[in-house]
Every structure is written in C-alpha cells, then in structure tokens.
C-alpha cells in the first residue's frame, strides 16, 4: 500500500489499533498503552477500537499525560461488536489487531483493508492448532509475531503470510533497580520480611499453562530439603479459584507455615510504579509457566536487575541469556486436554530449578552479576521507546 500525496511523496498511512485498552491492567492492555503513546511521540494518530470500553461515544483518554482516542467496542455488556469493528475499520488504511484469534471466522477480515493481527503464540502448535492458525490468518495482509519462536511456530505451521517479528518493551525508567532503603519500605508495603530471601513470581491464576502449583511444589521442597528458614515465595496473583480455571493457592500451601504469600483477595491492580517497587523488592524472580508468548513481567523484572529462572520452553529463552539468569531445561512434556488445541507444553526439571534457587540464595555476587547484566540488555534492546521508532514504524510506513 504505497499512499502519496499530490506532489508524490509518501504520506502515512492512516491506522486503527484494536484490542482491549490502555486502561486495562493486563499485558494486552500494557503493549498498546505504550505501542500508541510511542507511536504519538513520533508523530503518529493512531486511535484504538477498545474492545472492552462501554462509552457511548468516541473520546480521548488522558493517562500519564498522553491522549488516547478511544473508539468504544464492548458497549454490548463489555463484548465488542464485530459489526461496530468493522464500521470503524474500513475507514482505515491498517488495522492492527492485538487480540486471541480463535473465536474469530476467518470470512470477516477479507472485507478488512490492511488487516495486520498481532499474534500471540504460546506454544509449540499441534496439527490441530497448526490449522487454526492456517484458517485464521490467510486473510491478513500481514502478521506480527512477538517472538521468533512465535514466528517459527507460525513458518512451520505453514502460514502463507509475510511475518515480521516485534518483542515487547518495558519503561526501563519506571522499572529500576531499588536502593537497600527503597528496598525495605517497599518490602513493608507487600507484607514481606526486609531481610529475607524473596523468590517472586507475577501472573494471572488462570489454567494450567502457568504451572503455579509446579512452583509452589519446587520452592517448598527446596526450603524443606534445605532446612532454609529465611526464604519466601510472593505470587503477585489471585489466589483464589477464578472463572476459566486456576488453582486454589490457599489449600495448596496451607502446610507451608506462611513462607508462600499472597496479595489479598481483590487487591487493586498495581500502577507500573507499584508494580516496580513489588518486582525490586524480589530477590529472584521465578517461573514455571508452561507456554509463554507475552512475558512481560519477565522484562520487568530484569529492568529491575532482579535476575530471572525461566524454563528452557516456548519463547522464554528468547528473553533471557543465560549469563543473565538461569534457563532451565524441561524434563517432561505434555498435551493438555484443557486448551483443546493439542499444543505442547514443557515442564521445568524440578531439581534443575532447585539447584538454581540455591545457587541464587547462597551466591550473593552472582545475583548481582546476572542482575546487572539483565539491567544493562533491557536498557539497551527492549526500552518501549526504541522498540516502537526502530520495529513498528518502519513496519506501518511498509505497508
């Protein structure tokens, strides 16, 4: 799509972003709010059809002092409306979805000019899933991965599409390493020992993919074996049973003599500041998510030299060097009958994982080794501002 003006050069094309919006306290939510507001800093318009917003007219929404023009889809109880979409979209040159693709039918988007859907891909996709993605995405003039790994997932699934591949950033002036003093304050405000070993893990209590109780399992085995007295796991997350899934943590832990914490049920979101001060208060940010196409708070952490255990799966060694964290090996695997896609999901070795944590906890100098040079990479590739001036504009002007 090659839009010239009348003297013949290039003007920019117009774009509609689409997805759940900057208000959301979500990753989805997160990508856009900073995709839009760096976008805006260069120079862009670029509304968002917000998919959750129940507003009887588009407006602007001012956060962190940039503006966003919000056109509102879910005024049907917070469900967009497809037809609604597509009345907005065709006013556009490009319309870039960020969104889950598999309640969508295909047919719909062939109407779309210059539809671009930003694809997550967690996992390694099975023949079934592998078709979906064929089905879905044969329209879209052109993908967005947010991961090579996604984006040999989606080769190897044979998706006939072109495919450019654009990470996730992070505000690597909000998410900063804390000072000691900084340090225990905010460990007084989440309710955590100042002079403890703190494991931290953030994410939602939704499903299996996130192997919450792998985690728990591995920390309290580790402390137990050890005879470690000084050490706890936060699990920034609901920790109640929520719709769509989840693990109850409370009768998973209720032997755990207080050393598993978390936030109290219906907790507020946290602001990104908050969120900051809860990562830097970690002395090892831990995970054993099955499947990860997203990982922010992977990023975040590491912004706040917090070093990182990931297992060796789906995109998560992508985020991670490992002279930076340790990266660990899957010593099983399965398909889970939950998703019904047939992806296949790695497990992080249980002993591999132990023996990072206390290598971790009993080597204060490698902590701060691998903290620093996380610190340093986030600063260098990954701040949101960069990624959007370097990756999605060349991008958009392309098209």
């Not at 997932?153 to 690597?172: D, F, K, M, S, Y």
């Not at 002036?173 to 070993?197: C, I, M, Q, T, Y």
């Amino acid at each position: 799509m090659r839009l010239l003006k009348a003297d013949g050069t290039r003007q920019k094309p117009k774009v509609l972003a689409a997805g759940v919006g900057p208000a959301c306290a979500s990753g989805y939510g997160t990508v856009w709010r900073h995709v839009l507001a760096g976008l805006s800093r260069y120079g862009w318009s670029v509304p968002l059809f917000d998919m959750t917003s129940q507003a009887d007219m588009r407006h602007v929404l001012r956060l962190n002092d940039i503006d966003y023009d919000i056109i509102p889809g879910g005024r049907e109880k917070g469900r967009y409306s497809l037809q609604d979409y597509h009345a907005a979209a065709l006013a556009f040159d490009i319309n870039v979805l960020l969104y889950d693709i598999w309640g969508f039918n295909p047919a719909t988007w062939q109407q779309l000019p210059g539809w671009v859907p930003y694809v997550p891909v967690d996992a390694p996709l099975g023949e079934f899933a592998a078709e979906i993605y064929r089905v879905q995405l044969r329209s879209a003039r052109h993908i967005v991965a947010m991961s090579e790994f996604g984006a040999a997932e989606l080769r190897r699934a044979n998706v006939q599409r072109p495919i450019t591949v654009i990470p996730h950033g992070v505000e690597t002036n909000v998410f900063a390493p804390l000072e000691d003093e900084e340090k225990s304050s905010a460990r007084l405000e989440f309710g955590l020992p100042a002079g403890a070993f703190i494991v931290g893990f953030v994410g939602r209590n939704v499903g299996d993919r996130k192997q919450i109780p792998r985690l728990i399992e591995i920390f309290l085995d580790w402390i137990e074996g050890e005879n470690i007295r000084n050490a706890w796991l936060y699990l920034h997350t609901d920790p109640a049973l929520v719709p769509g899934g989840g693990v109850g943590i409370p009768m998973l832990t209720a032997g755990a003599g207080g050393r598993v914490v978390t936030p109290d049920p219906g907790q507020r979101a946290l602001s990104e500041p908050d969120m900051a001060r809860l990562l830097g208060c970690f002395d090892v940010y831990a995970t054993c998510s099955a499947a990860e196409g997203c990982g922010l708070p992977i990023l975040e952490a590491q912004s706040c030299a917090v070093p990182c255990i990931v297992p060796r799966n789906s995109a998560q060694p992508e985020w991670l060097p490992t002279d930076a964290g340790f990266v660990i090996e899957c010593s099983d695997d399965y398909v889970p009958l939950t998703t019904g896609l047939h992806c296949r999901w790695g497990l992080a070795d249980r002993k591999e994982f132990r023996n990072a944590l206390g290598t971790y906890y009993n080597d204060e100098s490698l902590k701060k080794v691998h903290g620093e040079k996380a610190r340093r990479r986030m600063v260098e590739g990954f701040y949101w501002s960069n990624i959007v001036k370097e990756k999605w504009i060349p991008l958009l002007e392309s098209l």
